[in-house]
């Protein structure tokens, strides 16, 4: 008898299947991607250098490799890679910590007292990263970015939330930044994540307000093929 199960499985479930020899894993593209949202209302991250510094600080292939067992790569695009509106030009922003540490310093962020934090004018670069507690990976990939953000100098506190106060807080733009996580499906619709429209009143989330932005939303939406 064969026994067909098509599931999606923790990342750590996978080396403990594959060393069954009465089963066969098949492993597959997912179709979702989490991610570190920041809230540009925040003075903090309203640079856009800044934000690129605090990229290029967060290895992201460790997170991979180290939280997902290598059963994953880093995003790059809102899309799925395997339709029409994934841009296959586009590169990973780069681990490089050095580099985010001149960026900082540019704008202002350095270590002025010798403690081993940032900071600007008296102020250190410090905030808090909210998530919801039941999900494992997450709060993982919160403590690693902790870490790894510390190595430059940025005070990270990692607030673990139940679920419903997560979505509360986050609807109400009442975080600095958090981690969560879209499931796609094939229809290409930026309009929620990208239109202005949404930037006061979102139906959601996560929302922008970038004027050059708004033709390309607009002429790819309800797009299919």
Do not use: C
Request: cysteine-free.
């Amino acid at each position: 008898m064969v026994l067909l199960i098509t599931m999606a499985l923790e990342s750590d479930a996978m080396s403990l299947l594959k060393n069954l020899p009465s089963v066969n894993v098949l492993i597959y593209p997912g179709s979702g991607y989490d991610f570190l949202a920041w809230n540009l209302n925040n003075p903090m991250f309203s640079s856009k250098k800044i934000r690129q510094a605090l990229t290029m600080a967060i290895n992201r292939q460790e997170l991979v490799d180290g939280l997902l067992y290598g059963y994953g790569e880093i995003a790059v695009s809102p899309e799925l890679p395997l339709l029409w509106a994934f841009n296959k030009n586009l590169k990973p922003w780069p681990y490089d910590p050095a580099n985010a540490k001149i960026k900082l310093e540019e704008e202002g962020w350095k270590d002025s007292d010798g403690d081993g934090w940032i900071d600007k004018n008296g102020q250190p670069f410090k905030f808090s990263i909210k998530t919801n507690a039941a999900n494992k990976l997450r709060r993982d990939i919160s403590i690693a970015i902790q870490a790894q953000l510390k190595k430059v100098g940025i005070n990270v506190e990692i607030l673990s939330m139940e679920w419903t106060s997560f979505i509360a807080d986050t609807k109400k733009r009442n975080f600095e930044s958090y981690i969560s996580g879209w499931r796609l499906n094939f229809t290409v619709n930026p309009k929620e994540l990208w239109h202005s429209k949404y930037a006061k009143k979102p139906p959601d989330w996560d929302t922008t307000k970038n004027g050059e932005w708004k033709p390309e939303v607009h002429g790819s939406y309800n797009r299919t093929s």
